[in-house]
């Protein structure tokens, strides 16, 4: 369900300025450029279930969990027999759709709401409008979602680096194996 924009509650910008404080999306912004960015978000909220992303589809939007738990869904390729895989549970303040706010790229995972869930939305739009407006506000949000984005791909390398750690762990411990084995059999036929 779409909620009007936020400007149209000052209690309501209010409380999410408060709220927000600690966001990484907001981080090194000061309470007044937490609150013009707020005034241009659109709070919404999603049921149990509910998909908020849907992997493949096109949409310029940024989105910050407030409230509840959603779950990031690598969906299989059509017609595969592969299951959905569990990426991620993304938990109040965590941010999502960063990738494709600055680009026209698709979406590469489906987000679905595993809780009741309330968000905060940036639509693409408004941001580019945050461009031409308060140039400084929109290069210091930007600085934020490029330092989200950077820790995502840091995460992703430290775990592809320790996937393919154990795998070579793996081959030394299979190489080494077959060296013994190898070793036996040579000094068990050898004289002496």
């Given at each position: 369900m779409d909620y009007p924009s936020t400007a149209d509650s000052g209690i309501l910008i209010n409380s999410l300025v408060v709220e927000t404080h600690d966001a990484r999306l907001f981080a090194d912004l000061s309470e007044a450029e937490r609150n013009a960015l707020v005034r241009i978000m659109t709070s919404q909220d999603f049921v149990a279930g509910e998909v908020i992303v849907?992997?493949?589809?096109?949409?310029?939007?940024?989105?910050?969990?407030?409230?509840?738990?959603?779950?990031?869904?690598?969906?299989?390729?059509?017609?595969?027999?592969?299951?959905?895989?569990?990426?991620?549970?993304?938990?109040?303040?965590?941010?999502?759709?960063?990738?494709?706010?600055?680009?026209?790229?698709?979406?590469?995972?489906?987000?679905?709401?595993?809780?009741?869930?309330?968000?905060?939305?940036?639509?693409?739009?408004?941001?580019?409008?945050?461009?031409?407006?308060?140039?400084?506000?929109?290069?210091?949000?930007?600085?934020?979602l490029l330092r989200i984005v950077s820790a995502r791909l840091r995460s992703v390398d430290e775990k592809l680096t320790g996937c393919l750690d154990d795998h070579d762990a793996r081959t030394m411990q299979q190489s080494w194996e077959e060296l013994r084995g190898r070793l036996g059999k040579l000094y068990a036929g050898s004289p002496g």
């Amino acid at each position: 369900m779409d909620y009007p924009s936020t400007a149209d509650s000052g209690i309501l910008i209010n409380s999410l300025v408060v709220e927000t404080h600690d966001a990484r999306l907001f981080a090194d912004l000061s309470e007044a450029e937490r609150n013009a960015l707020v005034r241009i978000m659109t709070s919404q909220d999603f049921v149990a279930g509910e998909v908020i992303v849907q992997q493949g589809a096109a949409t310029r939007n940024v989105w910050m969990v407030l409230a509840g738990e959603c779950e990031v869904v690598k969906e299989p390729a059509e017609g595969s027999p592969a299951a959905p895989v569990s990426l991620a549970v993304l938990k109040p303040l965590d941010v999502f759709g960063e990738m494709t706010l600055l680009t026209p790229d698709l979406h590469v995972a489906t987000v679905r709401a595993k809780t009741s869930v309330r968000t905060l939305r940036l639509r693409g739009e408004d941001f580019t409008d945050l461009v031409d407006a308060q140039p400084r506000l929109a290069c210091r949000l930007a600085c934020n979602l490029l330092r989200i984005v950077s820790a995502r791909l840091r995460s992703v390398d430290e775990k592809l680096t320790g996937c393919l750690d154990d795998h070579d762990a793996r081959t030394m411990q299979q190489s080494w194996e077959e060296l013994r084995g190898r070793l036996g059999k040579l000094y068990a036929g050898s004289p002496g």
